[in-house]
């Protein structure tokens, strides 16, 4: 079985879109840290009430509540791609010991690197589905009927926080809060490997196969 994998990299990087590819062609299950908090908040629960300004401000919802919920999505077969999970160092220590508590070995990280700069514009063209969390492209990587979902033909929506000033705010959490995790995992058994993010979608999940392995898998 091919171990659990943490999805690292700025908001827009591409770690969703990379991580319904592997999802589909390897069997990892997906967990989101982003698509669970959202649906908590679409269905009025505490955690969704709790997570919400923090959303909208573009800052991390505190570690207790993330791990938590993380903690409840650890049971069940297979090996899992953490995508937006671990944000913060003890984020990453807590699903380290998490894992290993569950007799799991310890996830390996794919870093996803691209410059600020060309964050903003695949964020700002940013369409997803709500009810299955597939991210689309206005231009870079279009639905085939523009505002509809290819696969179950229902809408797709822009988020709320993907507009420019709380996508600053956020790619600034990024590099104070989460870059730290670049090295937490190179320096904590040698688990980092790097993929150029800035290529096509093609591209990027040809490079990320070979980096965890699994290209023999199927
Ligand atoms: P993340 O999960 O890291 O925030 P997404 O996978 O949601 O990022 O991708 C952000 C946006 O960029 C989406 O609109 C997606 O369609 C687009 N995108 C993803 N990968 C690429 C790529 N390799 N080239 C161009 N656009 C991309
Ligand atoms: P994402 O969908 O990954 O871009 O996440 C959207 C928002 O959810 C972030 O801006 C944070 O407010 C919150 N969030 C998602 N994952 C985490 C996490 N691991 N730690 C803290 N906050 C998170």
Known sequence: MPGDIVLLGAPGAGKGTQAQI???????RQVSTGDLLREHRANGTELGKAAESFMQRGDLVPDSLIIKMVEGELEGPGAVLFDGFPRTVPQAQALDALLADRGRGLPRAVYFAIERAALEARLLGRWTNPRTGRVYHETFNPPRVAGIDDEDGGP????????????AKRLDVFQAQTMPLVAYYAEHGDRLVTVDATGSVEDVAHQLIHAIGVEHAH
């Open 22 to 28: 592997l999802r589909q062609r390897f069997g990892y």
């Open 156 to 167: 797709l929506v822009q988020r709320e926080d993907d507009k420019p000033e709380t996508i």
